[in-house]
């Protein structure tokens, strides 16, 4: 395939994975009144699916380089589309957090940016940026689908059926990828471990910095709105205006990386976090939380491509799953770290605002982590 179709098909794969996975969080409130779950209870269930990807990721990384990025992909976009029609069905508390945890979980980290990064990286090389970039306004776009569908289906059809039409969609459009997607090469025997990650720690860090603020942000703020008095509709829109935002930034950024560095770039989107956290923290106007969610939609989702980009430079394509999985356990158990304590922060003080002041120190560290140091200048005395 060229180029572009790559990134269209990454595109395609994006859109489901992420559209499914994130769309949990607008489910939250309306799953809680329907299915009798409590709330305390789905946090835990985020978290712990959360942490299921992230310990996952070297076992995926692993079958990235064995069986093939598409495999791969079509499994894990199976799963997570397959975790949604279970969920349309299931009766007990322990059965929904099993389906959630363990298919939604396993299926993300099969589908997510990990596999794709892997499949348009063996086909480009070095030249993934763009495309890369490209493919992941698919993650916009299933934050920007996803809710808004099941915010419309909510009340016409219910939380059941809403579960299962998006499952339904999200099969569908893995058997047509299965279809347009040839074969990648992969490793064979000869390929026995992964290269080193050395002198990437500093982006690694500021990754887990940002996931651990991403995932809290995504998920929770639709209900940290219907505590402030939104409706459930308005409260799954903000996710989908984020998704939006996050979409047209992102395909800004496949023009800019044209003319600037990578890292130059992630360190502009971090100050955009930290403007937007600060808002989130200081005020809870309805204004304010529509700006934050534009705000940290449109900095925070390319950071992730970006930062794939930054670390996948110069790596053997052939080992890439392998080599690239550890940044995704960082991503998912720091990602699942702060689901936990972000609910723990609202156990105890029935808000996300916390946590939200809690978020705004890692961004503004992680953009310290990614600003270089300044070299000393050599003083040279006169003769």
């Known amino acids: 395939m060229r180029r572009d179709q790559m990134a269209w098909a990454g595109l395609a794969a994006m859109t489901v994975s992420f559209g499914l996975n994130f769309s949990m969080g607008v489910f939250f409130a309306p799953t809680a009144a329907s299915y009798g779950v409590s709330a305390a209870v789905l946090a835990v269930a985020a978290a712990l699916g959360t942490a299921v990807t992230g310990f996952a990721q070297p ?3 692993r079958l990235l380089d064995s069986v093939g990025a598409k495999t791969v992909l079509i499994g894990g976009l199976a799963l997570i589309s397959g975790s949604y029609l279970v969920l349309s069905v299931v ?8 389906a959630y945890m363990l298919l939604g979980g396993v299926g993300f980290a099969a589908s997510s940016t ?8 063996r086909s480009l090389g070095n030249q ?27 009340d016409p059809v219910g939380v059941r059926v809403t579960y299962a039409l998006l ?3 999200g099969l569908a459009v893995t058997g047509l990828l299965w279809a347009v997607l040839p074969a990648d090469r992969v490793a064979g025997a000869g390929v026995a471990r992964a290269e080193s990650l050395a002198g990437r720690g ?10 651990a603020t991403l995932y809290v942000v995504i998920l929770m703020l639709p209900k940290h709105a219907v505590e402030l008095g939104w409706s ?12 939006l935002s996050a979409g047209l930034t992102s395909a800004a950024m496949v023009r800019l990386q044209g003319g600037y560095r990578q890292e130059t770039l992630l360190r502009i989107l971090y100050v955009g976090r930290i403007v937007a956290l600060a808002l989130a923290v200081s005020s809870t106007a309805p204004a304010a939380l529509i700006t934050v969610a534009v705000l940290f939609g449109a900095a925070s989702f390319p950071v992730v491509p970006l930062t794939m980009a930054v670390i996948s430079r110069g790596l053997d394509p052939a080992r890439m799953g392998r080599t690239l999985s550890p940044a995704w356990v960082i991503h998912q158990l720091a990602a699942a770290g702060g689901l936990v304590v972000a609910s723990l922060i609202h156990a105890q003080t029935d808000s996300y605002r916390g946590y939200f002041a809690l978020g705004l120190a890692f961004s503004v560290a992680a953009a310290l982590l990614l600003t270089p140091s300044r070299k000393p200048e050599l003083i040279t005395s006169a003769a």
């Not at 009766?91 to 929904?96: I, L």
């Open 59 to 61: 076992f995926v990384g």
């Open 91 to 98: 009766r007990e508390t322990w059965e929904f957090v099993t």
């Open 114 to 121: 990990l596999t794709v990064t892997t499949l348009i990286g």
């Open 128 to 154: 993934v940026g763009p495309a890369l970039t490209r493919a992941a306004v698919g993650i916009n776009l299933g934050q920007l689908i996803g809710p808004w569908a099941a915010t419309a289906l909510f």
């Open 167 to 169: 499952g339904a969609v």
């Open 202 to 211: 500093k982006v690694l860090i500021s990754f887990g910095l940002h996931s």
């Open 232 to 243: 459930v509709v308005g409260a799954g829109r903000l996710v989908a205006l984020a998704a």
